[in-house]
Structure formats: C-alpha cells, structure tokens
C-alpha cells in the first residue's frame, strides 16, 4: 500500500486537503471517517506477536 493510498484510507480529510492545497489530478475521497485496520488494534497484536513467536522444546 502506498503512502497515498494510506493517508487517504486513514485520514480521508488531510487527504482531501493536500489534493486542494497542491492542486492535484487524483480524485478526492467522499469518505469522512478512518478505516480501521486490524493491524492497528493492540489486542490484535498481542496475540498476532503470541502466536508467531518461535517456541520449541529445548534439550
């Protein structure tokens, strides 16, 4: 995922802003309130990190 394509999923409205501040050729989002990723939820990634943590029997 782009730069872009995240600023616009995550903060539609900056997004919009710097297409009008820098007068851009993209389209403009109609979306006003931020995706959430599941990535972005602590709890997710407590147990994303729990489960992929090496583990093994040590002899």
């Known amino acids: 995922m782009t730069v872009?394509?995240?600023i616009?999923?995550?903060q539609p409205?900056?997004?919009?802003?710097l297409i009008d501040c820098f007068?851009?050729?993209f389209r403009r989002t109609k979306r006003v309130k931020p995706?959430?990723?599941e990535e972005d939820d602590p709890l997710f990634n407590y147990?994303?990190?729990m489960m992929e943590k090496p583990?093994?029997?040590?002899?």
């Open 13 to 17: 409205q900056i997004y919009n802003f």
């Open 35 to 37: 995706v959430n990723f």
């Open 47 to 49: 147990f994303k990190n």
């Open 23 to 25: 007068d851009l050729n």
């Open 4 to 6: 872009g394509e995240q």
């Open 8 to 10: 616009e999923k995550r």
């Open 55 to 59: 583990r093994g029997v040590k002899l």
